[in-house]
């Protein structure tokens, strides 16, 4: 543009000062010629800015999608990742859930156990002559002793103890587990009968202080 405006001052001044026709013609053809290669000049530049424009717009576009396309993986990285961890989380849930059920079924399991020995204890007792047994066994068991209390319980033995028929039952059985331990000696009389109740059992000394108390 700048070369346009100097060739048209050019001209101008030529103009003024006179020169001949053939100068003049030079000049114009000049001046033609130089507005051409600048229209020229113009045409190209806008036509490689446009193509610039366009490649810019294309590039930009390309570079769009693939933003695109990249958040849409790390969308679908980060969903299986959660999933996954969501499905070890519910696993350890049931695997814990399968734990504590076992645990509750085992208590359970003897809880109940313990409920049906304990409705079989009150079964057995209910029944009827159960109640009568301890004293039918204690009678047998006293046996060996009537022969020093008498068949009573009212004679002393050997005219040293007290008269045994009468005293509770809770009474006799102690006195005669502490005959049984060695741990009681009434008028010299431990040892003969620790040897008289050694082979007592539990049921055994029960039964007879039970028997002996309804004397």
Known sequence: ????????VAVAALMVTGCSDQTKEQVKKTVESATGD??????????KATGTMEEAKKKAAEALEKAKAKGAEMTEKATAAVTEKASEVMEEAKAKGSEMAEAAKEKAAQAAETVEKKAQEIKE????GAEKAPAKNGAALYAKCAGCHGTDGKTPALGKSAVIAGQSAEELKKKIEEYKAGTRNVSGMGALMK?????L????????????SKL
């Open 1 to 8: 543009m700048k070369k346009v405006l100097w060739i048209s």
């Open 38 to 47: 600048a229209a020229t000049a113009v045409t190209a530049v806008k036509e």
């Open 125 to 128: 007792q209910m029944q009827p």
């Open 195 to 199: 040897g008289q109740v050694a082979g």
């Open 201 to 212: 059992s539990e049921d055994d000394i029960a039964a007879l202080a039970d028997y002996i």
